[in-house]
């Protein structure tokens, strides 16, 4: 009688109906078919355009910080100008008015 299953588990429940022993129970997984990486699930339509939705913002938000810093630069560089042409100026009306003085 060794070969017959039995057909109360250990719980007192039907083995095709106690979900203890089917959780328990060691399995088989089924092996990745040929077109998957073992690892990774495969990406549905709708993570896809999640992800490139994410990827548009950060771009946008990276371009326009460059582009913020490349106008900031320019601003820098024209209030740089225009103090060394009022320097210039203020400098050559100072000369100009000091000579009549003498």
């Known amino acids: ?17 106690c ?6 129970e060691p399995t088989v997984l089924p092996a990745p078919g040929p077109g998957r990486r073992p690892g990774r699930g495969g ?9 490139l ?12 910080w460059v582009l913020a810093a490349f106008f900031a630069v320019l ?8 103090a060394a042409v009022a320097g210039w100026a203020g400098f050559k009306l100072g000369v100009r008015r000091g000579r009549r003085q003498t």
């Open 75 to 82: 601003r820098i560089l024209e209030l740089v100008a225009v």
């Open 43 to 51: 990406a549905g339509l709708t993570a896809n355009l999640a992800g």
């Open 53 to 64: 939705a994410v990827l548009v913002v950060v771009g946008f938000v990276v371009f326009g």
């Open 19 to 24: 979900q203890i022993c089917r959780v328990l």
């Open 1 to 17: 009688m060794e070969g017959v299953a039995p057909t109360i588990c250990p719980h007192g429940l039907a083995p095709a109906t």
